[in-house]
């Protein structure tokens, strides 16, 4: 899958599933649930034990149908290594030009984190093709609505405080995709193995995108 294919995954779907784990060995399972559910967007973060692993194993089982990417990457070695490993797509938490160069020359699809909007412009001025906006938990959908009225071209993803009750009016501020974590993969549906209820958090998510985008 090439590089503006993943975004444009991204943006078909409208969420990117942030995986945080203590331990590797559940998330297999949880990538297997979160896929039949429909998404196809899948961020396993460097803070998971193992990770290289993990994304390794998770692009061996999902194949050709779904993008796995690597998230919380804070400088270029770590990037690279987990591109070597299988990495499709690189999300970092903070803006890091040598990472967004390294991404580039690899032709991997980089998000880097950024909040202000002069951050934001120089994530997309170094060559972000979608700009992950971080932490919008204590700001909320309008920021983003505010962000795009003098930056519409640049691709949004905000992170932090997106739940099923919030994730519509993001969408409707503007947002190309959101990024998910907790709200779609709780410690408890990890503790209890329920990827049962993983793969309806995730169709549900969907839905909820889906009626946003068509309300226009």
Not at 89 to 113: K, M
Not at 178 to 183: R, S
Request: hydrophobic share 45%.
């Amino acid at each position: 899958m090439q590089g503006s294919e993943i975004i444009a995954q991204m943006e078909a779907t409208g969420v990117v599933a942030i995986l945080r784990a203590s331990s590797s060995a559940e998330l297999i399972d949880v990538v297997k649930a979160l896929h039949e559910g429909g998404l196809t967007c899948i961020e396993v973060t460097m803070t998971t034990p193992h990770a290289l692993k993990v994304i390794s194993e998770a692009r061996e089982a999902c194949g050709d149908t779904a993008a796995i990417g690597v998230g919380t990457v804070l400088d270029a070695e770590t990037a690279r290594s987990a591109i070597l490993a299988g990495a499709q797509f690189v999300v970092t938490p903070i803006l890091d030009p040598p990472t967004i160069e390294l991404c580039r020359r690899y032709g991997v699809p980089i998000t880097p984190g950024a909040l202000t909007p002069t951050e934001i412009v120089r994530a997309w001025q170094a060559g972000a093709d979608m700009v992950k906006v971080f932490p919008t938990s204590g700001l909320g959908a309008s920021y983003i609505r505010d962000l795009k009225g003098p930056l519409p071209q640049i691709k949004l993803l905000p992170t932090g405080g997106v739940n099923l009750n919030t994730v519509a009016e993001f969408i409707r501020a503007g947002s190309s995709a959101v990024g998910v974590g907790t709200a779609l993969v709780s410690k408890e549906a990890l503790r209890q193995r329920d990827f049962t209820g993983i793969r309806a958090t995730a169709a549900e998510f969907l839905k909820h995108v889906q009626a946003a985008r068509q309300a226009g």
